[in-house]
């Protein structure tokens, strides 16, 4: 039978425990403490998993902790946390999960029941939006419109791993003895040491690309059967639909600006150019080629908003576009704004 020695902490002085705050006797009394409860081992560890998140994510505004937390209660084993109900309502009040942009949302972060088990965080990117954030071993990632990723708070001995749907563009910290994996949802993996480089895999796309700006890049298909390794100025494409893995020299701005908010075409087909500015402008551009004839494009926009751009492609092909804006549906949501494009 486990043996319980009362205790009385207050939030503040545990939140200065795990901040390094404390003075030497308040150290040793929570210390002390710590030996002798189980709970409050664990209140310990979720305190510490909160301020790391607070530590990752930085430099961005602020949301309402208390409706964060009240998210967070629920996937926590009732029986063990009703003791401590009140009190992680109080660490949540101190605690806040920040935002950069309105663009960034923070979709969830759960607890398991032991400390040794993995704890994930998502994050994902507004259609129309593009983010910078920072992960736990202080790689940079942006995340492009209507992007995904999910990574664990604390990476594993062996590995770095994260999972990406969407497109990303990483600066990988260097470390030889645990390489960084990105998976993607094709099952197509990407691995590297340290290095810059943009990864473009969309679920609902065909194609997934592996651009490399500097550095080594590892691409692996989904079966593991085959590597490719990139360098600087290549491209790795794969294929889903044929499994074909393939690699060839690119122009990389032209496949990164997006990260600096450009967009930039080079020799790109009309069709190709539509679908990057419904993703960028988040709206739903349905394009009809009645001429059946193929148009190419070399332009750079930043600025320009979407009717900007279609006149400028409208000077060199017979474009005409409609829009129809958003729809209440049953559930209260919008659909999206639509343009209808054609082609004669």
């Not at 029941?113 to 910078?132: C, D, F, K, Q």
């Not at 332009?299 to 729809?327: P, V």
Request: contains cysteine; glycine residues 4%.
């Amino acid at each position: 039978m486990e043996t319980r020695i009362e205790y009385n902490m207050e939030p503040e002085n545990l939140l200065r425990y795990c901040e390094g705050k404390c003075t030497p006797d308040e150290c040793k009394q929570i210390e002390e403490a710590i030996k002798t409860s189980e709970e409050l081992r664990d209140i310990i560890h979720n305190l510490e998993i909160s301020l790391a998140l607070k530590s990752d994510i930085n430099a961005m505004e602020a949301i309402d902790a208390r409706s964060a937390y009240e998210r967070t209660r629920l996937s926590i084993k009732k029986k063990r946390m009703q003791r401590w109900n009140t009190m992680l309502v109080r660490y949540a009040a101190v605690l806040t999960i920040p935002l950069l942009f309105t663009s960034l949302i923070f979709c969830y972060l759960y607890f398991k029941s032991s400390p040794n088990e993995m704890l994930y965080a998502e994050v994902n990117t507004a259609s129309g939006a593009i983010i910078r954030y920072e992960l736990p071993d202080k790689s940079v990632v942006w995340l492009n419109s209507g992007s995904k990723l999910r990574y664990p708070i604390r990476f594993k001995e062996d590995k770095r791993e994260v999972e990406l749907d969407g497109e990303g563009y990483f600066e990988v910290t260097s470390d030889k003895e645990h390489p960084f994996y990105v998976n993607t949802p094709s099952g197509l993996s990407i691995y590297v040491y340290g290095t810059h480089f943009n990864v473009n895999a969309y679920h609902d796309d065909k194609y997934v690309e592996t651009v490399l700006e500097e550095g080594r890049v590892n691409v692996l298909n989904p079966q593991k059967t085959e590597r490719l390794v990139l360098k600087p100025g290549e491209s790795a494409l794969y294929d889903g639909a044929t499994n074909a893995l393939s690699k060839r020299e690119i122009d990389v701005y032209e496949k990164t600006a997006w990260k600096d908010g450009k967009l930039i075409f080079r020799n790109t087909s009309l069709k190709d150019v539509l679908k990057r500015l419904a993703r960028h402008f988040n709206v739903d551009i349905e394009f009809n080629n009645l001429s059946g004839k193929e148009y190419k494009y070399r332009a750079t926009f930043t600025s320009e908003d979407l009717d900007q751009i279609l006149n400028y492609l409208s000077k060199s092909a017979a474009i005409k576009w409609k829009s129809e804006e958003a729809i209440q549906q049953a559930d209260a949501t919008f659909t999206k704004k639509k343009v209808i494009v054609t082609l004669y």
